[in-house]
């Protein structure tokens, strides 16, 4: 079947599959009678902080290679973002704070299942982000399953996770005592370089499940996937601020959070061991919680029983004891 029998369909879906640069328009019938040429429109990446999507304040910016013309040309720009841009996504959750620690846990995961419709509806994609950061087609297939079904698990766990890490303590006197989890507050990710989109997912929502509130550094090798991941955030129910991501370099912008007093709590998985010891040492300074996490493999996050559950939520909780009278 030649050219001018398919239809515009078609022929838009065989330059998607060749990542032609153009996109050719016809008549209905596929008659070439009045046919343009068109560019496609290039996608503008930018950083996501208080529910909008913002320039680096510095201007500054870093090219990425493009592996599939699918999505994007060879290169693309992604902000690099600098020190003042770190404090204010830190004002943004610091904003969003108090709003998402007293919605009822039921309530975020409702949102948090909201979040995985818009992430399913939007898998075609993230998948091609995927693949023009260098994954294969299967691989960025199971990335997304794995990622969608990510979401539905925090979403589910968020009003019984209380249960698992409260208790009831054998107190002597007249008193009842028991112990309930709080949020600690704002916490600073260092996700994963790899998988971007998985990795990515796997840190900030187990954080977010219980009423924090999250400044993350993207992947420094594909942030743009986690820019249109961004996208679902903002057409999801979650409110503005409560998860603020930043792209650029992270032995730039993570020395910068360690040491901001409002930051609580790092969460930081790099393979950098000299700035693993700087975070530890910043964080000490100002009394944060400070995890580092090193030589993690990708199968490591594709594995439901290593990359999910009540540790990765326990791990940013405060817990507060409350005494009783009784028997009066």
């Excluded at 050719?24 to 046919?35: D, I, Q, R, S």
């Excluded at 720009?77 to 904003?95: W, Y």
């Excluded at 023009?132 to 996770?161: H, N, Q």
């Excluded at 989890?181 to 989109?197: Q, T, Y």
Aim: glycine share 8%; hydrophobic share 40%.
């Amino acid at each position: 079947m030649s050219n001018k029998t398919k239809t515009k369909v078609e022929q838009i879906e065989i330059h998607h599959q060749k990542g032609g640069p153009l996109v050719k328009h016809g008549t209905e019938n596929g008659e070439a009678n009045g046919a343009s040429e068109r560019l496609r429109v290039a996608k503008a990446y930018k950083m996501f902080v208080g529910g909008e999507f913002v320039r680096s304040e510095s201007g500054r910016y870093f090219q990425i290679e493009s592996s599939s013309k699918v999505a994007d040309p060879q290169a693309v720009k992604i902000p690099r973002g600098s020190r003042k841009d770190a404090r204010d996504a830190v004002l943004a959750a610091k904003n969003a704070e108090a709003g998402w620690a007293g919605k009822t846990a039921f309530n975020r995961g409702q949102i948090l299942y909201r979040l995985a419709e818009v992430m399913e509806s939007r898998r075609g994609e993230l998948e091609e982000m995927l693949v023009s950061g260098g994954a294969t087609l299967d691989e960025a297939a199971e990335e997304v399953d794995v990622s969608i079904d990510r979401a539905i698990y925090y979403a589910g766990f968020s009003d019984k996770f209380q249960a698992l890490v409260a208790s009831s303590n054998p107190v002597a006197g007249p008193h009842f005592g028991f112990t309930v989890p709080e949020p600690m507050g704002i916490v600073a990710v260092v996700a994963p370089d790899r998988p971007s989109l998985l990795g990515l997912i796997s840190t900030i929502l187990p954080v977010i499940v219980s009423g924090n509130v999250v400044v993350a550094i993207a992947s420094e090798s594909d942030p743009r996937t986690a820019v249109v991941w961004c996208e679902c955030l903002a057409t999801s129910d979650l409110p503005k601020g409560v998860v603020n991501v930043l792209t650029g370099q992270a032995k730039e912008i993570a020395p910068i959070l360690a040491k901001h007093r409002e930051v609580n709590a790092i969460d930081a998985w790099l393979d950098d061991k000299d700035l693993a010891t700087a975070l530890e040492k910043e964080g000490a300074d100002s009394i944060k919680r400070v995890k580092t996490h090193r030589d993690i493999e990708d199968a490591h996050w594709l594995d439901d029983r290593a990359g999910q559950g009540l540790g990765y939520i326990e791990r940013f909780l405060e817990h507060k004891s409350i005494w009783h009278p009784v028997g009066i």
